[in-house]
Nanobody, 124 residues
């Protein structure tokens, strides 16, 4: 079992930055690829970014490339999502998720554990 707790969400103006954190507990953190997803009101949950268990491979949805950076600190059992140049369309509840194995995925159904989510609101 893996427990995930997100933090760092909040209200920010367009063009601003936020850093989300996701603290994991329960298993060997580096055995899990990690992902960030988001869900806006009235929309389906969508993939944002993923990082391999070692941290060496990352992948992003096109809409956040060049603005968001996913990283992890395996010594601290934490994954981060640095979000810069935020836009109103980035407003959503952001979730972190853990996938057993080294390689990440953009598929929601491949993740085994989920956090409770943290709200990010970007005002125009």
């Amino acid at each position: 079992q893996v427990q995930l707790v997100e933090s760092g969400g909040g209200l920010v103006q367009a063009g601003g930055s936020l850093r989300l954190s996701c603290a994991a507990s329960g298993r060997i953190f580096s055995d899990y690829a990690m992902g960030w997803f988001r869900q806006a009101p009235g929309k389906e949950r969508e993939f944002v970014a993923t990082i391999s268990g070692s941290g060496g491979i990352t992948y992003y949805v096109d809409s956040v490339k060049g603005r968001f950076t996913i990283s992890r600190d395996n010594a601290k059992n934490t994954v981060y999502l640095q979000m810069n140049s935020l836009k109103p369309e980035d407003t959503a509840v952001y979730y972190c998720a853990a996938k057993n194995g080294q390689w990440g995925s953009r598929r929601i159904d491949e993740y085994d554990y989920w956090g409770q989510g943290t709200q990010v609101t970007v005002s125009s």
